[in-house]
């Protein structure tokens, strides 16, 4: 006779139970051994060893965004010090500039002071405030004005000498033409033999020219122009121009002379314009006789 057998739907074991209890204490047998004996360090170094590669993969993005971000940011150190070097190399450059020039005003300044020593007449110093700029004539304008004393037909020197001849004035600025300018024209001297003539702003670009003169005159290359002081305007003895070469013409009986000017007003800042009196003189006035309105 066939016994039933019932059919098994679930395999039977431990319980639950039962393998968590199996599993904490060997767990902490395992945590127990490692701390006193450290036998599992091997195992541990093993499975580091095989874990490595994937960790090193799994970091290569993070990796990567920090080397292009090192990489940019030291790029852009770079810019900036560079930059920062060149504006610094030009701010140096301006400073060594500015110092230059402020020493070669210096020692223009000093010799200025000098000649005002050695010139009787009151002086006013003026710095050149702008240029016109007109091809056709030869100006100065200065920072000061009748506000400090200045007026139309004064002179106005360097330590070469003349340089030129106030020719307008506001409150505050005034305006010089110079030598060379074609408007222009001084009473000069020759230093070596005295001989007095009159110097005009010729038409060659920066030379004065003396004319009027005869085919025999005393006048050689190398000589000394100086004012002579007729006028009034212009004190004597100041430096002009130096002769470059005299033109002598025997069929018309003339000479022209061109000079150089012994200033240099394209090259300093500053100047001195002579306080010499402009006014006009006064005509003298008759009494009235007695017996006119004036007395009544």
């Given at each position: 006779?066939?016994?039933?057998?019932?059919?098994?739907?679930?395999?039977?074991?431990?319980?639950?139970?039962?393998?968590?209890?199996?599993?904490?204490?060997?767990?902490?047998?395992?945590?127990?051994?490692?701390?006193?004996?450290?036998?599992?360090?091997?195992?541990?170094?093993?499975?580091?060893?095989?874990?490595?590669?994937?960790?090193?993969?799994?970091?290569?993005?993070?990796?990567?965004?920090?080397?292009?971000?090192?990489?940019?940011?030291?790029?852009?150190?770079?810019?900036?010090?560079?930059?920062?070097?060149?504006?610094q190399r030009i701010e140096l450059a301006q400073i060594s500039?500015?110092?230059?020039?402020?020493?070669?005003?210096?020692?223009?300044?000093?010799?200025?002071?000098?000649?005002?020593?050695?010139?009787?007449?009151?002086?006013?110093?003026?710095?050149?405030?702008?240029?016109?700029?007109?091809?056709?004539?030869?100006?100065?304008?200065?920072?000061?004005?009748?506000?400090?004393?200045?007026?139309?037909?004064?002179?106005?020197?360097?330590?070469?000498?003349?340089?030129?001849?106030?020719?307008?004035?506001?409150?505050?600025?005034?305006?010089?033409?110079?030598?060379?300018?074609?408007?222009?024209?001084?009473?000069?001297?020759?230093?070596?033999?005295?001989?007095?003539?009159?110097?005009?702003?010729?038409?060659?670009?920066?030379?004065?020219?003396?004319?009027?003169?005869?085919?025999?005159?005393?006048?050689?290359?190398?000589?000394?122009?100086?004012?002579?002081?007729?006028?009034?305007?212009?004190?004597?003895?100041?430096?002009?121009?130096?002769?470059?070469?005299?033109?002598?013409?025997?069929?018309?009986?003339?000479?022209?002379?061109?000079?150089?000017?012994?200033?240099?007003?394209?090259?300093?800042?500053?100047?001195?314009?002579?306080?010499?009196?402009?006014?006009?003189?006064?005509?003298?006035?008759?009494?009235?006789?007695?017996?006119?309105?004036?007395?009544?």
């Amino acid at each position: 006779m066939q016994e039933n057998s019932t059919i098994r739907l679930f395999k039977r074991g431990p319980t639950a139970e039962l393998r968590l209890f199996v599993f904490v204490v060997l767990s902490l047998s395992l945590l127990i051994v490692d701390v006193r004996w450290r036998v599992l360090d091997p195992a541990r170094q093993a499975i580091s060893v095989v874990l490595y590669p994937f960790q090193r993969i799994m970091m290569a993005p993070r990796d990567a965004i920090e080397h292009i971000s090192s990489w940019s940011d030291a790029a852009a150190l770079a810019r900036t010090e560079r930059e920062a070097l060149q504006r610094q190399r030009i701010e140096l450059a301006q400073i060594s500039t500015h110092a230059a020039q402020l020493a070669t005003e210096n020692e223009q300044l000093r010799r200025l002071l000098n000649v005002a020593d050695t010139v009787t007449q009151p002086s006013v110093a003026v710095e050149v405030f702008y240029e016109p700029p007109n091809a056709f004539s030869h100006h100065l304008v200065f920072n000061k004005g009748s506000a400090s004393g200045i007026r139309p037909g004064m002179p106005v020197i360097d330590e070469g000498g003349i340089v030129g001849q106030i020719v307008r004035v506001t409150p505050f600025t005034s305006e010089a033409a110079l030598l060379t300018d074609e408007k222009v024209s001084i009473p000069v001297q020759v230093l070596r033999s005295g001989l007095r003539l009159i110097a005009f702003g010729g038409n060659i670009t920066g030379k004065l020219e003396v004319r009027y003169l005869t085919a025999d005159v005393d006048l050689e290359p190398g000589d000394v122009l100086v004012t002579s002081g007729i006028g009034g305007l212009f004190p004597a003895g100041l430096s002009v121009a130096k002769v470059d070469h005299v033109n002598r013409d025997p069929a018309s009986g003339f000479a022209l002379a061109v000079a150089t000017p012994l200033s240099h007003p394209e090259r300093h800042r500053h100047f001195l314009v002579l306080r010499v009196d402009v006014s006009p003189s006064e005509p003298v006035q008759e009494r009235p006789q007695n017996g006119s309105q004036a007395d009544r």
